[in-house]
């Protein structure tokens, strides 16, 4: 009795307690809601909207410097805040920016003279002149971090005049004219920089660009016309630069309209294709750069079972990179079949085979695979990259289709940065990569895939090459390589066929597919274009009438 | 020995705990960048860059020393305060940290006011339901907001109130085109200072979704806590004992039921908000918030080993502070706890 009597007063105790929550829920139930509308009625859209212009990228920028940046993001910045000797246009044709003509080179090719406007300012005010760019160059080749691309090629930077250049080069050099519309050499004002000749400046940039730099962050930049600017000014009243971490993120601010023009160095194949459709049905304008991106296959040569050159050429032929541009990207990656962009000088060749099945399998039967022998390849794509990783399951399915009896490749996914520390130590017996050369000229394509500087028969001990992961050489083609920055004209053409030739029939590489940079901006500005070095004309971005 | 005494010997061991926990946290981190493949050099230059490049930047950046060399710079580095510079552009690491914490404790201790509010509003809301479908909706809100994958809330939260309804900014944390507020680097508390008010608005507004995204997550961890809670306080005897010395039901519930329910979620508050500090990676990589976990993720992809090593032991610290912080309060809070 007592234990039941206990119970029920606990009982009806808590069911009193219960009761009480209940009654104040009523209360608090649309004091909730209410909270809720103000936070929600508050957070609406305000009216953002400015003459500004804004664009997102997935560039983070951590330098702004141009010994320093190597980031498309930071390229891109820095070639709205500053100029090059030299620029090269949409149709490739080489212009002085801030040089006055084009070079005059000497008849033994080694020097090289510049003249200099004589109308420009940087930012701070100073003076734009020979010493200047002396001075930047000479950083460049003392401190900058990708001071390679130049090499030994310069060997002295001298002044005769305040507004003349003269460069000394170690060989002649037909790359050079295009070396310097890199934004590498963009030059920086001596006054501003005085204290950061030997260490870089990351935060600032005292440049002779349209723009100037009035705020920045690593995840934003503002940017305002620079009103004493030598050439055109902007056709903006300025712009806002803003990075976002992931595609969902930049596709979904280019949906809603929160950005105006947003650039696909980072889109996934996916939403690249939606904003392209978008842009075919009018609610989007697209404007297309120079394909200067090459996505390509690299073989290990100087290991079993790719040492054979017939196997090489045989993955060459299986690879149908047509049926990869549709399913991975919808006919937005153009089929390759050369290690030069199409654009440059050089690049309207096709050394390396069309898809052939047939021939494949001769070459495999050649080999000792097929009939019962099947080779096990495996081959590595990055896996934060996801256009490689679709690529990587459509070559194996198509292997599939095509030569399940002679090929069958194990896909191996990895994260770049062990993917690139790992190449030159042989690592990979075929990985899908992709390169973009420092600057527009086949120099920069050919030379860093296939120049070596110690070999042993068709094996590159040491060199690019190696460096590279293939491995691969052969005979005279260093020589020729040379030779092909050293000519010019036709000749410069015939040695560069010559060079990709050899390269085609030794099938270390196979080229896959061409990347196009692309811009989307809203219907209410003009379409984006590009310059030759596949960067977005900020400066030309503006509203249409 | 007292309670004060024991109290203040027990914070002494704690505190005296921490260096030793953070050296051996700060070794794991050296030893683990060192051992994962990937190269800062090859970051920093490119992998095509020559080989003599990479030796003169290996050297500058003292990579070129032993390990053993390297840890004990490291070390002694650490112990004078001194976390470092980036290896991709000389940035100092304190600098790094300064910038992005920031913005991941504004993003922090938002998500973990909506958490509390949220969860603890549900808890409440299916207590005085028990035992029906609102308490079973209750349990389900718990489990589920708790069990979903955050990424994928996120991206569809970001769908649906950014690209589709256009309410809130898709990501980032301040409107671009805007100037930030100069100061703490905390954009809201900056903006009320120097009454920027439409600096705020734009802050606010890009804190909404990342903050209630997160915040609706852990919510769910409340929101069970309470419930279970608030329930046995609710059976318990001292409760029986309230009511029949004729206490009013709020005096009940509120002096004596609540608190004592509301002890372990003040401990579970405190470990949420020591994870929210590093664990938010996320959230901040969907909603492109450039907190500290963000950079953390960044600097691990490029091998920028100062970088992580201090973000790290910086998360660590402030992880042992917090848990200290809050076992001390519950100690100070319930006398029953003894140590």
Request: proline residues 6%; neutral net charge.
């Amino acid at each position: 009795m007592a234990s039941s009597d206990s119970s029920g007063v606990i009982n009806s105790s808590r069911m009193s307690g219960l009761a009480y929550l209940r009654r104040h829920l009523k209360h608090l139930l649309p004091l909730t809601a209410a909270l809720a509308l103000c936070v929600s009625q508050g957070a609406c859209q305000p009216g953002r909207r400015s003459d500004r212009i804004t664009v997102a990228s997935a560039g983070r920028i951590t330098s702004l410097d141009p010994a320093q940046a190597s980031t498309f993001g930071a390229l891109q910045l820095l070639s709205a805040l500053g100029d090059t000797l030299y620029k090269r246009t949409a149709q490739g044709e080489l212009k002085p920016a801030l040089a006055a003509a084009l070079p005059e080179i000497s008849d033994d090719g080694r020097t090289v003279t510049i003249p200099l406007r004589k109308d420009v300012l940087f930012h701070d005010g100073t003076r734009f002149d020979a010493e200047a760019m002396a001075f930047s160059l000479r950083r460049f080749l003392e401190i900058g971090t990708l001071n390679y691309v130049v090499g030994d090629r310069i060997t002295a930077v001298e002044t005769p005049d305040t507004y003349q250049l003269r460069l000394r080069l170690s060989r002649p050099s037909s790359s050079l004219e295009n070396l310097l519309t890199a934004t590498n050499l963009t030059p920086v004002s001596p006054k501003a920089y005085e204290d950061h000749q030997d260490r870089f400046l990351n935060d600032r940039f005292i440049g002779t660009g349209p723009y100037r730099l009035t705020s920045f962050r690593a995840v934003q930049q503002r940017l305002e016309p620079f009103k004493r600017y030598w050439g055109p000014l902007p056709s903006n009243a300025g712009l806002d630069l803003i990075y976002l971490s992931n595609s969902t993120a930049l596709f979904g601010a280019m949906r809603s309209g929160e950005v105006d023009v947003l650039l696909s160095d980072s889109i996934d194949e996916d939403q690249r294709l939606a904003l392209n459709r978008m842009a075919s049905e009018g609610r989007l304008r697209e404007g297309q750069g120079p394909a200067l991106v090459i996505g390509y296959i690299t073989l290990l040569s100087n290991t079993p079972p790719l040492q054979n050159p017939v196997l090489r050429q045989a993955l060459a032929l299986s690879l149908d990179r047509d049926l990869i541009n549709e399913r991975v990207s919808r006919g937005l990656r153009p089929p390759l079949l050369s290690l030069v962009p199409p654009g440059l000088p050089g690049g309207n060749i096709e050394p390396w085979p069309r898809h052939d099945a047939a021939r494949a399998r001769n070459l495999f039967i050649q080999a000792g695979y097929c009939n019962g022998r099947v080779l096990h390849l495996p081959f590595t794509y990055r896996s934060n990259v996801p256009a490689d990783r679709l690529m990587a399951l459509t070559w194996q399915a198509q292997i599939k289709r095509d030569l399940a009896d002679c090929l069958s490749l194990k896909l191996d996914g990895v994260e770049s940065t062990t993917v690139y520390r790992q190449l030159g130590e042989g690592a990979f017996q075929a990985v899908m990569l992709d390169w973009r050369g420092a600057y527009p000229d086949p120099e920069a394509y050919l030379a860093p895939l296939l120049s070596c500087r110690e070999s042993e028969g068709s094996v590159c001990k040491r060199g690019e090459a190696a460096i590279s992961g293939s491995f691969w050489t052969a005979p005279g083609l260093e020589q020729t390589l040379l030779q092909s920055d050293r000519s010019r004209g036709d000749d410069r053409l015939r040695d560069l066929e010559s060079v990709e030739r050899m390269a085609a029939a030794g099938a270390a590489y196979i080229p896959v597919w061409l990347v196009t940079p692309r811009a989307w901006s809203s219907t209410a500005l003009a379409t984006p274009e590009f310059d030759g070095n596949g960067q977005l004309l900020l400066a030309r971005l503006q509203g249409v009438r | 020995m007292g309670r004060s005494r024991e109290l203040l010997r027990y914070t002494g061991t704690r505190l005296a705990l921490a260096p030793v926990m953070l050296w051996l946290i700060a070794t794991l981190v050296f030893l683990l960048l060192r051992v994962a493949p990937g190269d800062p050099v090859d970051a920093v230059l490119g992998s095509r860059a020559p080989e003599a490049a990479k030796a003169a930047l290996r050297a500058r950046l003292g990579l070129d020393q032993s390990l053993v060399q390297q840890y004990l710079d490291f070390l002694w580095a650490l112990v004078h305060g001194d976390l470092g510079e980036a290896l991709i552009n000389q940035e100092p690491v304190s600098r790094i940290i300064r910038e992005a914490l920031p913005a991941s404790l504004e993003l922090s201790v938002t998500a973990l006011i909506v958490a509390a509010v949220t969860g603890l509003a549900v808890g409440f809301t299916a207590i005085a339901r028990s035992e029906g479908k609102i308490d079973l909706a209750g349990r389900f809100y718990g489990i589920g907001t708790y069990a979903l994958p955050p990424f994928w809330v996120a991206m569809l939260a970001q769908l649906l109130f950014a690209v589709t309804l256009g309410w809130l900014p898709v990501g980032g944390r301040f409107p671009p085109g805007m100037i930030t507020p100069d100061g703490s680097g905390f954009l809201i508390a900056d903006s009320v200072i120097s009454g920027n008010w439409e600096a705020l608005q734009g802050a606010l507004r890009h804190l909404v979704l990342p903050a209630c995204t997160l915040g609706l997550l852990l919510s769910g961890v409340f929101t069970n806590a309470l419930r279970l809670n608030l329930n046995r306080s609710l059976r318990s005897d001292y409760v029986e004992a309230a009511r029949s010395r004729g206490l009013s039901e709020t005096q009940v519930i509120l002096r004596h039921a609540l608190p004592n329910a509301l002890l372990p979620v003040l401990t579970i508050a405190g470990i949420t908000v020591a994870s929210l500090i590093g664990g938010a990676l996320l959230i901040e990589v969907t909603f492109s918030w450039p907190g500290i976990a963000l950079r953390l993720q960044e600097s691990i992809n490029q091998r920028d080993y100062p970088v992580v090593q201090g973000i790290v032991v910086v998360i660590a610290a402030l992880v042992v502070l917090v848990s200290v912080a809050v076992d001390l309060l519950v100690a100070l809070l319930d006398p029953r706890v003894r140590y």
